[in-house]
């Protein structure tokens, strides 16, 4: 029987930390009593709360999101009521603005923003080698050489790809 690949994996200890990081916070909502707030939306929130309603389009680029993941976002953050739709200046156009709901809570959400940040701050200071160092030093690394050009070469050396 062959090995499965999956048992191995250099990404799951980090999406591992970060879902249990975000369970926190999440913890933190339910204690506040926000009810149906997931921490992935936070920052559309607060960002159409300091910028206005936007298209889909131009919210997924302020935050570096694409299209199709902004409007999946945007149709669960409706579901959850805190964001609402109108139609944009043309037919494949919508305006995403916030709702009374978000707009009661968005100053409470920027506060849990900068906390976080304080606190990731405070860890990143208290480990050996830093998250935020790793990354630059990964994108340096990407750089050089992309992640896609390894793993191309990667592949070209296994027969089962080819």
Do not use: C, N
């Amino acid at each position: 029987m062959t090995q499965d690949p999956t048992e191995v994996s250099h990404w799951r200890p980090l999406r591992l930390l970060q879902a249990a990081m975000e369970a926190d916070i999440a913890r933190l909502y339910a204690e506040a009593e926000i009810d149906g707030l997931k921490p992935s939306y936070v920052m559309e929130l607060i960002r159409l709360h300091l910028r206005g309603p936007m298209t889909i389009t131009e919210l997924a680029e302020s935050v570096e999101r694409t299209h199709s993941a902004m409007s999946q976002k945007v149709a669960a953050m409706r579901k959850a009521g805190f964001v609402r739709t109108t139609a944009g200046v043309d037919a494949r156009s919508k305006k995403v603005e916030l709702t009374e709901k978000a707009a009661g809570i968005v100053d409470r959400l920027a506060a849990e923003w900068r906390a976080t940040e304080a606190v990731t701050a405070e860890i990143d200071a208290e480990i050996p080698y830093p998250l935020s160092r790793l990354v630059k030093d990964m994108e340096e690394a990407l750089r050089r050489k992309s992640f896609h050009d390894r793993i191309a070469e990667k592949l070209a050396e296994d027969e089962t790809w080819r």
